[in-house]
């Protein structure tokens, strides 16, 4: 049962443009919903995070929308640009399990020039 | 990378071979998990550990074992490998308890044959 699904599985976006990926949960008791980014070669690297007492959280060009009733939460990157082109992963987890983290499949990012 | 660092970065075995793959951390963090991560499946939990000698299954445990004798390296061993476990295999802390990011290491790459 996967309790974390991510769409699309690649985006291709021109410079300039918004990029949105999305995800959607099942299990109500997470709690902590970070994102990460992953160029090749390299591990995840954190890019942002929310908890759900919120349904906003923006740094720089990197937005996370996040709808609990839904159950779902975006990432949306604004003025997109050829270095954001990487793998995203969207997660999940309980305060209870520190780490043990779901994940979502990945979002292949490219951003043409 | 968060003071972590994985051995080896790429392995070729053959079936039916143990392997240990180590991770090795410079910042006593308590915390150590083990992903893989395979293509259309994100990063799924192996194995993780809350301390010296204190570590649980995650979610794809099976044919795998670890070890963790000393807070800063944390031992994955494939018993047996199989070409199903093929895979990039991922080394992370988190800084917790309750709900931190999780900080990866650059992966090992291996092959079974």
């Known amino acids: 049962q996967q309790q974390v699904k991510q769409s699309p599985q690649s985006l291709i976006v021109q410079k300039g443009g918004i990029s949105i990926i999305n995800c959607a949960y099942e299990n109500t008791a997470f709690d902590y919903f970070p994102w990460y980014q992953q160029f090749p070669g390299k591990g995840p690297a954190l890019l942002i995070a929310?908890?759900?007492?919120?349904s906003e959280k923006k740094e720089g060009r990197f937005t996370i929308s996040f709808n609990k009733s839904a159950k779902q939460f975006s990432l949306h990157i604004m003025d997109s640009q050829p270095g954001d082109s990487a793998t995203y992963f969207c997660a999940a987890s309980l305060g209870t399990n520190a780490g043990k983290s779901t994940f979502g499949d990945g979002t292949t990012l490219t951003v043409k020039p | 990378d968060a003071g972590i660092t994985q051995s080896p970065r790429h392995k070729v075995t053959e079936t039916g071979t143990p392997v240990t793959l180590r991770c090795h951390q410079t910042?006593?963090?308590?915390?150590m998990y083990w992903y893989r991560q395979d293509p259309g499946h994100g990063l799924r939990l192996i194995h993780y550990s809350y301390g010296v000698k204190d570590t649980d299954k995650g979610e794809v445990s099976d044919g795998y074992s670890v070890s963790r004798s000393k807070t800063e390296d944390f031992l994955l061993t494939l018993e047996s490998a199989t070409s199903s476990q093929t895979s990039v295999y991922f080394c992370?802390?988190?800084?917790?308890?309750?709900?931190?990011?999780?900080?990866f290491g650059n992966g090992t790459r291996l092959t079974v044959t």
């Open positions: 992370a802390i988190s800084t917790g308890p309750g709900n931190s990011p999780l900080h």
């Open positions: 910042e006593n963090h308590r915390y």
């Open positions: 929310i908890r759900p007492d919120v």
